[in-house]
């Protein structure tokens, strides 16, 4: 069966630091892409950053560049967000799934069950 369960999620105040994790199991981490996505309350879901199977390559969304840094480890099949200079605006249910590139589209395949973090004073 295949799992990725977040954790790390929390209330911090703005300019604050969480480290988001995402286990995985049921499939070969090591093989996949792996990404997060967020989604505030009453907007649709952003995608945020990705980094490729081997952890080589990282991406990151222009609101975020600089703040947080995507990273891996395969041999203990861990994703992982850290976020650093918080915002209000970072506020969301923070999601790590795979993808794949097909043609010009990106394709999401395995999503974990979402993790909260809230930035408030």
């Known amino acids: 069966e295949v799992q990725l369960v977040e954790s790390g999620g929390g209330l911090v105040q703005p300019g604050g630091s969480l480290r988001l994790s995402c286990a995985a199991s049921?499939?070969?981490?090591?093989?996949?892409?792996m990404s997060w996505v967020r989604q505030a309350p009453g907007k649709v879901p952003e995608w945020v950053s990705a980094?490729?199977?081997?952890?080589?390559?990282?991406y990151y969304e222009d609101s975020v560049k600089g703040r947080f840094t995507i990273s891996r480890d395969n041999a203990k099949n861990t994703l992982y967000l850290q976020m650093n200079s918080l915002k209000p605006e970072d506020t969301a249910v923070y999601y790590c799934?795979?993808?794949?590139?097909?043609?010009?589209?990106?394709?999401?395949?395995?999503w974990g069950v979402g993790n909260r973090v809230t930035v408030s004073s």
């Open positions: 799934a795979t993808y794949r590139i097909v043609g010009v589209d990106v394709a999401y395949g395995y």
């Open positions: 049921g499939f070969s981490f090591g093989n996949f892409n």
């Open positions: 980094i490729s199977s081997g952890g080589d390559k990282t």
